[in-house]
């Protein structure tokens, strides 16, 4: 699924996707595989389901962040 970052707090580790299905998704530091995100930035992601939520995300790949769009004039 395609989404957008739209709230990702550092020091706590998580933060929130707004999916193509306009549902809001949790993702959590250690199911980012690596990749770094920031509020704007567009990501493909795995969502999946577990005790606490049925709207949680993995496997995130980011597709374009917002520092690559802009322009340097």
């Known amino acids: 699924m395609i989404g957008r970052v739209i709230r990702y707090f550092d020091e706590k580790k998580y933060g929130f996707i707004r999916g193509e299905d306009n549902q809001t998704y949790f993702i959590h530091a250690s199911k980012l595989n690596g990749e ?30 917002t520092e690559r769009t802009k322009s340097k004039n």
Do not use: E, Q, T
């Not at 795995?46 to 993995?58: E, L, T």
């Open 36 to 65: 770094h995100i920031n509020p704007g930035y567009l990501v493909f992601f795995r969502p999946f389901s577990n005790d606490r939520s049925d709207y949680n995300a993995k496997d995130v790949i980011v597709i374009d962040s």
